[in-house]
């Protein structure tokens, strides 16, 4: 059912905890699922020079977060941005269909850290960053 590589960032999940005086902070949630992630980043000269995540929920939620903050740390908040559920997905070597959702949490949690640090940094917020859930991938999967 999971990949290997699933598995390994479940049982052997990197980046787990929190950064003290995180200049970005973002945290989203699945009310069908139950699953929380909470993102923070220690953003320096456009750079995410340190990423950490706390997540409540399943393997796969688990192992998303581990796998999207080992994409972004070290990469431009822009590159950052450009972060797709699908590429998690695909670093993962997939998921089932319905643990979809989980790879939609990530992207939308490192987003919502990245809005944070903008905010904080007193950028101006392009609109066409934020999900209106138009397509409904990350509820409506069932």
């Not at 670093?91 to 640090?117: N, R, T």
């Amino acid at each position: 059912m999971y990949s290997e590589k699933v598995m390994d960032h479940f049982s052997n999940p990197r980046n787990v905890g929190e950064i003290e005086n995180a200049n970005a902070v973002g945290q989203v949630g699945n009310a069908k699922c139950g699953d929380i992630m909470k993102i923070y980043m220690d953003i320096e000269d456009n750079v995410i020079k340190d990423v950490k995540f706390k997540t409540f929920g399943c393997g796969a939620a688990i192992a998303t977060s581990s796998m999207a903050t080992e994409m972004v740390k070290g990469k431009t908040v822009d590159e950052a941005l450009a972060l797709t559920n699908k590429a998690v997905m695909e670093a993962l070597d997939g998921l089932p269909p319905e643990k979809i959702h989980c790879s939609v949490l990530a992207e939308e949690a490192i987003q919502s850290a990245i809005e944070d640090y903008k905010k904080r940094q007193g950028i101006e917020l392009k609109s066409d960053n934020k999900c209106d859930f138009c397509c409904k991938k990350c509820h409506d999967i069932d």
